[in-house]
């Protein structure tokens, strides 16, 4: 048996297994927390670029379908259903630490919050700052809705992930979902943000049922930068959302698009939104991609 107090770390790392893709150390899924029958979507995009907004209006235009939905905020700010439910509601990692972290004493009120339209929000939040693990909090998330019995009469879960960070353990929702989205506006850092997590994605779906789904194109009155890169390593923009104030307007409100005052662009809007829930609902073709060397971006979006 080795002895792993005398094996230097560098050594122990390169022994481990990577299944989801060269030096990656994180652990594998549990088989007993899949969540089930629902449509499952993850949501990623670089940090301040609308993942919330676009999650939550996605939700709400799925719901308007019909669909019984779930979102599901993975960032510590716990702001992800922030306009579904017109508050910040605690963390999932906060109410364990009440009882604590025994989930036989918590209810589902406890922890999941109604939102608008009948949305399901909860907020798994995140470790404290410099401890822990993102995966973790996920997982904990998941497994806390299963013993619940919560997942079983979900059509659609939405997963809206933290920035642009592809780490293990904000990587795991994407062991999770069926489709993964990448929020991205038409500029150079969105676009470099999207290409790992492009890269991230692929190395989860070596192992799990993960695949591409496509491009949100947000706050974006053009797509040129966006065109380009699709084109060349095979990704697709499934809707456009302009940069428009009224969004803006609807956060400082606590209000999704859909709770705006009707008016050309703000209809726009909210048909976009059911458009694309509705192609997302009769199912997407899996993109097949290869993301570009950080090199090779600078050279195609014109940068010297």
Same mark, same amino acid.
């Given at each position: 048996m080795t002895d792993y107090a005398t094996v230097p770390v560098s050594e122990i790392t390169r022994r481990m297994p990577r299944p989801d893709g060269e030096g990656s150390v994180q652990v594998p899924l549990d088989p007993n927390l899949k969540i089930g029958n629902a449509k499952v979507f993850a949501i990623y995009g670089k940090g301040g670029i609308g993942k919330s907004t676009t999650s939550s209006n996605l939700s709400v235009a799925f719901s308007k379908l019909g669909k019984r939905v779930l979102q599901i905020g993975c960032d510590p700010k716990h702001d992800s259903t922030f306009t579904l439910?017109?508050?910040?509601?605690? &963390?999932?990692?906060?109410?364990? =630490? &009440?009882?604590?972290?025994?989930?036989? =004493?918590?209810?589902? =009120?406890?922890? $999941?919050?109604? @939102?608008?339209?009948? $949305?399901?929000? $909860?907020?798994? @939040? +995140?470790?404290?700052? +410099?401890?822990?693990?993102? +995966?973790y909090v996920v997982g904990q998330t998941v497994k806390l809705l299963k013993e619940h019995h919560l997942l079983e009469d979900t059509d659609v879960v939405i997963f809206d992930v933290l920035g642009d960070v592809v780490c293990g353990g904000f990587a795991a929702p994407l062991q999770h979902a069926d489709r993964a989205l990448i929020v991205t506006a038409n500029d150079f850092d969105s676009i470099f943000a999207m290409n790992r997590i492009v890269a991230a994605i692929l190395a989860k779906s070596k192992n799990y049922n993960v695949r591409l789904g496509g491009v949100i194109a947000n706050r974006s009155n053009a797509t040129d930068q966006i065109d380009r890169f699709n084109n060349a390593i095979g990704l697709k923009t499934m809707a456009q959302f302009p940069d428009l104030d009224v969004i803006r307007r609807s956060r400082l409100k606590k209000a999704t698009l859909f709770e705006m005052d009707s008016s050309p662009e703000v209809d726009a809007v909210q048909a976009e939104y059911l458009r694309l829930a509705a192609a997302l609902w009769a199912g997407t073709k899996p993109l097949s991609v290869q993301p570009m060397k950080d090199r090779e971006i600078f050279d195609l979006l014109g940068f010297d």
């Open positions: 439910t017109k508050c910040l509601v605690p &963390t999932v990692i906060d109410i364990l =630490e &009440t009882v604590d972290f025994h989930p036989e =004493e918590l209810r589902p =009120e406890d922890f $999941v919050f109604a @939102g608008y339209n009948g $949305v399901m929000c $909860v907020e798994a @939040g +995140g470790p404290p700052a +410099g401890t822990g693990c993102g +995966g």
